[in-house]
């Protein structure tokens, strides 16, 4: 089934119940809550950041955030109450899930690995390969509505969810001081903007590269990290071309940014028979536009605490960061037999950046060093970011 078509097609309709949501709950009387006015929010951006773009139809607030949070790791969230979003977004894994592609409460398998969600805020797109989905309210509704594969499992069961919330006398306080003056403040619109508020604020900026390149701490890195770093800038290696910046992501958004980037390369994992195929219904942004020259085209992704995230690409199929090495040093995959056998450096659309390199075991040694130096422990141990109900344990190194 192409999912990815079917959550494009999906999404315009949910914007409209949201809009007649959000309608139906704006100009009532007073909803409760203990009356006073949500506190603004407090950004704390790491030093050399851009200011995040803030979205003028849901201003944060502490008590949004807040809410947002319990949302999030909420499994009163899915259909059948047995996951919440953090069921995919574990903070021991700087909020991935360790496994090759996701499941769904109901069982489902989703197509694609459980990519990464620090910094999102500063996210040109949302998601591996859909240029539609560029908000993060437009990829909320991913998961909660999704039907192929079923992941919260929403779709013809917002009523009875959201009545789990209203009946929650802590909720209820919560949503009508988030949202004073709804008449209905418990709504999928405001559940939506809550857990985006959230996510908002997960900036992870304190790794040791951040404190050695914009906080004058150059202590903060191990001379192979340093080494690491400057092989990962190379031309030889040309990482720095598609995860490059403040965030190590091309593709990123920010306050003040005129033009934002959406980009998306092929990086040479398939080419099946040589026919420039990617597997059935993992085929990138082609799943969306259908255009052949679309094929195995995704996102390249932050690879902020990327050492926490394995497995690694958009269907978890590269196990490890030292195989990863690998797979850039040859320019591409082969994968010699089975379904998928075929050349992936040999893609027609492969970017033309990814040639082969040689590389050392010392020169390995040193970009594993760098990605480890990518972790920020303060973002991974964030008692703000943590699981408020006790479920889902921090990194036992926290
Ligand atoms: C032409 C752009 C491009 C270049 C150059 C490039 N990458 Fe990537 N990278 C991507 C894309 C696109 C993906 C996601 C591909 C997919 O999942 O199909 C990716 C994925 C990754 C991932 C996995 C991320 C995750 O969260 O699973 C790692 C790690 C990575 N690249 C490291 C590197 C390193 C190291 C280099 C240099 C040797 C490099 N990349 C060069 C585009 C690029």
């Given amino acids: 089934m192409n999912r990815e078509r079917l959550l494009a097609s999906r999404v315009p309709r949910l914007h409209y119940v949201m809009l007649i949501m959000l309608l139906a709950g704006c100009g009532g009387s007073g909803g409760g ?4 006015p949500p506190t603004q929010y407090n950004w704390q951006v790491p030093p050399g950041f851009p200011t995040p773009r803030e979205d003028p139809d849901n201003p944060l607030s502490e008590e949004k955030v807040a809410l947002g949070r319990l949302l999030f790791y909420d499994r009163r969230m899915s259909i059948n109450q047995k996951m919440g ?3 995919c977004r574990l903070p021991a894994l700087a909020f991935t899930d360790g496994r090759t592609t996701s499941e769904g409460t109901l069982g489902d398998m989703h197509p694609r690995n459980a990519m990464s969600m620090t910094n999102v805020v500063y996210n040109a797109s949302q998601n591996w390969a859909n240029p539609n989905t560029l908000t993060l309210s437009q990829q909320a509704l991913v998961p909660m509505f999704g039907e192929v594969p079923v992941e919260l499992g929403w779709t013809d069961h917002e009523d009875e969810i959201l009545a789990r919330f209203a009946a929650d006398p802590d909720y209820a306080s919560r949503f009508a001081t988030v949202y004073p003056d709804e008449e209905n403040p418990v709504s999928v619109g405001n559940v939506v903007k809550a857990l985006v508020a959230f996510e908002m604020t997960m900036i ?4 040791p590269v951040d404190k050695a390149t914009y906080q004058d701490q150059p202590e903060a890195l191990s001379d192979s990290a340093r080494r690491g770093m400057d092989l990962f800038f190379s031309e030889r290696l040309e990482c720095f071309h598609c995860h490059g910046g403040f965030n190590f992501s091309s593709a990123v958004d920010h306050d003040g940014l005129v033009f934002e980037q959406v ?6 994992l398939y080419n099946i028979n040589g026919t420039g195929d990617y597997p059935h219904g993992n085929q990138g942004v082609h799943d969306v536009t259908h255009k052949l ?3 195995g085209m995704f996102k390249a992704p932050t690879l902020r605490n990327i050492a926490l995230t394995a497995p690694y690409m958009h269907d978890g199929s590269i196990e490890t960061l030292d195989a990863v090495i690998d797979h850039y040093a040859r320019g591409g995959r082969l994968i010699e037999e089975g379904p998928y056998a075929g050349d992936g450096a040999k893609h027609p659309l492969k970017s033309s950046l990814l040639a082969s390199f040689q590389i050392t075991e010392q020169e390995k040694r040193d970009l594993l060093a760098f ?5 920020d422990w303060e973002f991974i141990c964030d008692p703000r970011f943590s699981d408020p109900f006790g479920n889902l344990p921090p990194h036992s190194d926290c």
């Fill in 33 to 36: 809550g203990d009356g006073s």
């Fill in 85 to 87: 979003c953090a069921d």
């Fill in 204 to 207: 992870s900026g304190n790794a």
């Fill in 263 to 268: 980009e998306f390369h092929n990086n040479g």
């Fill in 293 to 295: 020259e679309d094929r």
């Fill in 371 to 375: 990605f480890d130096a990518l972790t």
